[in-house]
């Protein structure tokens, strides 16, 4: 059974930067899709980027395109999310998630596409 765990979650003033971090143990990273989604207060879990399992297609919602950054590190077991430019509604819990199912690449998946999840990590962008 695959765990994932988030980590870099914190407190950042509109513009900054945070890198968010997201450790597979148990499974390699390499034999799912892997997701980043984010819930904000009273809203619902939306999808924030996606990456095939090869990581060879990379899937942004236009909300974010252009300031956030998905990359994955195979030998480190670990994908991450940098976000830049960020903006006060941006914060949420964000959350790592993982596909086995096949995922192309390249167009939006919901929250009930996932098979494994993380717990989150709160991003609060405030000044």
């Known amino acids: 059974q695959v765990q994932l765990t988030e980590s870099g979650g914190g407190l950042v003033q509109p513009g900054g930067s945070l890198r968010l971090s997201c450790t597979f143990s148990?499974?390699?990273?390499?034999?799912?899709?892997v997701f980043w989604f984010r819930q904000a207060p009273g809203k619902e879990r939306e999808i924030v980027t996606g990456?095939?399992?090869?990581?060879?297609?990379?899937y942004y919602s236009e909300s974010v395109k252009g300031r956030f950054t998905f990359s994955k590190d195979n030998a480190k077991n670990t994908v991450y999310l940098q976000m830049d430019s960020l903006k006060p509604e941006d914060t949420a819990v964000y959350y790592c998630?993982?596909?086995?199912?096949?995922?192309?690449?390249?167009?939006?998946?919901?929250?009930?596409?996932?098979?494994?999840w993380g717990k989150g990590t709160l991003v609060t962008v405030s000044s």
């Open positions: 148990g499974r390699s990273l390499s034999l799912y899709g």
């Open positions: 998630a993982a596909r086995v199912g096949l995922y192309t690449g390249g167009y939006p998946l919901e929250s009930k596409d996932m098979d494994f």
């Open positions: 990456t095939t399992r090869t990581g060879s297609v990379t």
